[in-house]
């Protein structure tokens, strides 16, 4: 079980201590420093990618969280998958200035998060990694294509488009040895939690009871 964060100086620089370029005057230390970078670049920290950073974060969670509130970013840990992120703080008493855009998803982009997280609740149930192949994927996001469509070369790039997509957000892994097959990342979970994909879910398989309109955005968020 991983530590609590406990109030310590480690992440602070000595006042004696060599700044880490001409004119630095922050007081946080290089691998502190590093974790947080890592943070805002996200979308998250990765206990099984990002070895080095992990222990530094669990570390320094108080004065990382520290300086993300001076953003008004909050810091989300899930100890038990071993993943860190930010989330934008959001409160009804003062109009806090918004750091993370976030970007729509397109309809094949969301028709692709939906099954990734179907395929990890299944093998979650199961007790076992949720593994995906490439050509898997690809077939499932064909079944959208309108049945009139002409243009197949641009419905090919929007499906290549939508695996591109997942793979940035680093909602898949690439399996070591394996060019065709990727993992399910846990931080699915908590990126798009149960409640928004039952509603996603329901607006998905009405639209898709009338039409397939794999060119368009219909204002779903992806992760920061």
Same mark, same amino acid.
């Given at each position: 079980?991983? =530590?609590?964060?406990?109030? +310590?100086?480690? =992440?602070?620089l000595p006042s004696d201590a060599d700044a880490t370029f001409v004119g630095d005057t922050g007081q946080l230390v290089l691998e502190t420093r590093r974790?947080?970078?890592?943070?805002?670049? #996200?979308?998250?920290?990765?206990?099984?990618?990002?070895?080095?950073?992990?222990?530094?974060?669990?570390?320094?969670?108080?004065?990382?969280? !520290? $300086?993300? %509130?001076?953003?008004?970013?909050?810091?989300?840990?899930?100890?038990?998958?071993?993943?860190?992120? &930010?989330?934008?703080?959001?409160?009804?008493?003062?109009?806090?200035?918004?750091?993370?855009r976030r970007a729509p998803l397109t309809f094949l982009e969301s028709a692709l998060v939906l099954f990734l997280r179907q395929r990890l609740t299944e093998?979650?149930?199961?007790?076992?990694?949720?593994?995906? !192949?490439? &050509?898997?994927?690809?077939? %499932?996001?064909?079944?959208?294509?309108?049945?009139?469509?002409?243009?197949? =070369?641009? /419905?090919?790039?929007?499906?290549?488009?939508?695996?591109?997509? =997942?793979?940035?957000?680093?909602?898949? %892994?690439?399996? $070591? #040895? #394996?060019?065709? $097959? /990727?993992?399910? !990342? *846990? +931080?699915?979970?908590?990126?798009?939690?149960?409640?928004?994909?039952?509603?996603?879910?329901?607006?998905?398989?009405?639209? &898709?009871?009338?039409? %397939? *309109?794999?060119? &368009? !955005?219909?204002?779903?968020?992806?992760?920061?």
């Amino acid at each position: 079980m991983d =530590a609590l964060p406990v109030d +310590t100086d480690e =992440a602070i620089l000595p006042s004696d201590a060599d700044a880490t370029f001409v004119g630095d005057t922050g007081q946080l230390v290089l691998e502190t420093r590093r974790a947080l970078v890592q943070l805002l670049l #996200g979308p998250c920290v990765d206990a099984h990618r990002q070895s080095r950073l992990w222990p530094v974060l669990l570390r320094d969670e108080a004065i990382l969280r !520290s $300086r993300l %509130h001076d953003l008004f970013l909050d810091l989300i840990i899930d100890r038990e998958q071993k993943i860190a992120f &930010t989330r934008q703080v959001v409160t009804d008493n003062i109009d806090v200035p918004v750091l993370l855009r976030r970007a729509p998803l397109t309809f094949l982009e969301s028709a692709l998060v939906l099954f990734l997280r179907q395929r990890l609740t299944e093998a979650d149930t199961r007790g076992e990694r949720a593994v995906v !192949s490439r &050509t898997e994927l690809l077939e %499932h996001l064909q079944v959208f294509e309108r049945d009139r469509n002409v243009d197949h =070369a641009r /419905f090919e790039r929007q499906r290549e488009n939508a695996f591109e997509k =997942a793979k940035t957000l680093n909602l898949l %892994h690439r399996l $070591r #040895g #394996g060019d065709d $097959r /990727f993992e399910i !990342s *846990p +931080t699915l979970k908590l990126l798009f939690p149960a409640e928004e994909i039952q509603a996603l879910t329901q607006s998905y398989t009405a639209l &898709t009871q009338t039409a %397939h *309109p794999a060119d &368009t !955005s219909h204002g779903e968020e992806q992760a920061e």
